[in-house]
């Protein structure tokens, strides 16, 4: 069976309607069912809609990433997330485990079973575990509307109206990839700035001195006219008109819940009160939208009550003590509380008495302004230092103390409006010097895949707020005349099973989104990056209603190039694929860089690969590690107890392990990349030619302390893109070496143990926020054959036994971990985990003699319905060094 780009997600008890759900390659938190469906609500209704829409306020919980949140599950904590869909219900993700004691030199094609990769435990600062990487497509079921049919009619006659491109998608597939069909704009993108909706010029004439901000409110991110001519502008686009509805349903299904619990995750220093913050965030965000489409004050009297137990006011439900309430020792929880409520103050300003203005500067002011000032005074806020400056820590703590200042800048009074005027100086210049390098000239994110949505989301706030409130973005955009291109590197990073996704993959996503990227698209005259996000599963957002370019018009993948190297020394990666939209065809991704300067997120893992093909990931990433576990943020110097970590050292990556010990993390591969360019057409079911080609080799052997030469890998598409060659070329005078790629498919050997049929029947976790446990209804299998050496032979065991990692090497180097502290969620006096465990991994290896020159090719080959010689034809054996575009 082959997973076809049309084919929609199952239905079942957590999806009913088969409709979108919220996008996370990262999501793992465990869920639970909210109940009945709350109150039907009466939000905007988009012309030629039905009177009322229906609620999904019961649904079960959205929450992002695969983090230590089971502490939220209680009444009232979680987080349903509705994104033209009740989000299926996720559960927590087990930890792995794996030892392969291999003599010889070892080629080990780690295969973490489906579970396994790309999902893992949150528990620590904005540093949370994931593992998302493992996904199956979607069975071949009936196509199901991604919105209830009212709805649905709405976003036509609006589009109609408007003359904007209707939706684009019909369904998503279990990893939220949009299902495309319907009466598309197959066009190449264009957006001519004429937005629907007629807003008008913006009556404020700005000085652009940040000393002279706005004066009336709403001054973040959309002024009042912009609010004004919202409701004509939903009227006539399909997507706003989807987004919108989708945004009274959360703001409904939260508006029920009880206010969210003060809860420390592992310690105050460690996650701290992050998911708490959050979460606030997500529920303001959608209340405050609410109220201002409507003036209906149950929204900010909801949202009021939320501000008063966050902020300690509340006796029966106490928030921490008053010196680390918002907990400014890990400050990213303190700026994301700090956003909550200045989008609170602004976006309802006029619903708030005297006395509850007063409240909530008071609030800002005592629990985020001050402690931020204090940091700077005491020289104590190391995430504004240049060493630690360019990640997301800089861009969220800076971004909160920004849009903070900003919004009570005029009406701050007496010692308030001191923290105030010597705040948002200080944050802005360290934005500016900092959080501004965290994109590299090629657009790669700084940290990982999965920490480009914190960094750039916060930017994003930044960025729009500055330019609302000031009327300029006093100069930060002139810091990084590349910063745009980040828009390609999420792009490029995003695969068929999930992203690329290196590295550790961050804490619970809740308020971040990847919708920065309506606001880079407008701003760079690159419409295809809004065209791309508007179908992706977190395209509902309050922000995206005035981020998104209406004009924006047709579709992304028309003539967007298939492949592209990413060539940064310290984040150099390539992407190629074989079509944008059709999820059951060939992806593959290949890191090869330095391993350091990455804010301590990074993997050893030159060399480090993934393949999607048939709607699943076959060779795929553990993401993160434990996040409270020892000194796993303090260093990434070469003997770091961080790489002591099974998932953290080379030997829990997709590359080549040489005499049982880690790479170097200081190193430079010297890589190559070619590639016919084909870029693909309208058609969605595009297929590259026969001779369309790709390929990738690196020469690695700095990171392994060795000369130029000795340890080189190259990666390459066959046969029209259709098959994948893994080719590694390994000099002699090794005493061991394995060679490593991690699976969530189980594997059977061939009698000669020559080839390994791998196979996938269930999808147990995936990247689109749910924990979808589905049978597919045909098992997709890829058969991986060892050409070379003749004498080798595959062998295959557990990545991990008795809840612990199969450690290859290294186990009695992993540090012995502490306890739990009194006051966080878990039990006091518990041992930390050192690792997360997954259970559902295996390990395909190769022992080869090390002391030999080995020549090392794996061919790896999708099973497609159907199959002709020269998907089976095997290809010839060509040195690395004389690959072209023409050698195979």
Known sequence: MSVSANQPVLRDSANPYGMQVEQNPFNDAPARPMGARAPVQQPYVPAGSANQAPSYGGAPNYANANASSAHLASAGEKQPRYAGVPAATSKRRSIWPWVLTILGIVVVLAIALGVGLGVGLNQDDDKDKNLGDMNVGAAQNKMAPPFPAEVIDAANKASAAGKTDPLTYMATD???????????????????????GDCGADPWKPTNNINNVRPQHPRLFAPDHLWQCLPAKINNDAYLTVWNYSIFQNATAWSDQ????????????????????RIVQQRIKSWAYAYRMTRDKKWSKRAFRELRVAAGNVTKQPFGSPATRWNPEHFLDTAEMLTSYAIAFDWMFDAWTDKERAEIID???????APGLDLYNKNQAWWSEPASGNGNWNCVSNGGLIVGALAIRSEAQGSDADVVNQILPKALDNFKANCMRGVYEDGTWSETPNYWYFGTNAHARALSALETATGSDQGIMDQNKNWYKTGDFHMYVTGNGGMFAYGDNGPNKFATTANQLFLYGQKSDQPRYALFQRDRADAADPLSMFWYDTSSKGAFWNGLALDQWFNNDLGNWVSMRSSWTDMGSVFVAMKASNATGHQTHGDLD??????????????GEYGSDNYLSKDYFTSEANDASRWSYFRKGT???????????????????TNKFESTNPKQNEKLDYAPGKDDVAYFTSDMSSCYGAPDGKIKRGIRFLNGRRQVLLQDEIQGGNKQAAWRVQTN??????????????????????????????????????VVQLLQPPQAAFAVGPAYTDNHPNYYYGADKVPKQDTFPAGVIQKQGDTIPAEIVDNEVNILSIELDGAQDNNVQVLWQPQYPTMDADDKKLPPNVPLDQWSLKSH
């Open 174 to 196: 279990v990893y939220g990839n949009p299902m495309f069909g319907g009466n598309l704009n197959l066009a190449a993108p264009g957006a001519d700035g004429k937005q629907v």
């Open 651 to 669: 030997q829990g990556q997709n590359t080549i392990v040489l005499d049982q010990q880690n790479q170097v993390p200081n190193c430079k591969p």
């Open 258 to 277: 009880q206010p969210v619990s003060y809860d420390v995750d592992g310690g105050l220093d460690l996650s701290g009160i992050l998911d708490v913050s």
């Open 363 to 369: 609030w800002m002011v005592q629990y985020g302004l």
């Open 606 to 619: 030159a060399g480090d690969f993934v393949i999607d093909a048939l709607g699943t990931r076959w060779a």
């Open 745 to 782: 498919a189980t594997v059977t050997l061939s009698d000669d143990k020559r080839t390994a049929t791998l196979e996938i029947t269930q999808v147990d976790n995936t990247n689109a926020g749910q924990q979808s446990n589905q049978t597919l209804p045909a098992p997709v299998r890829m």
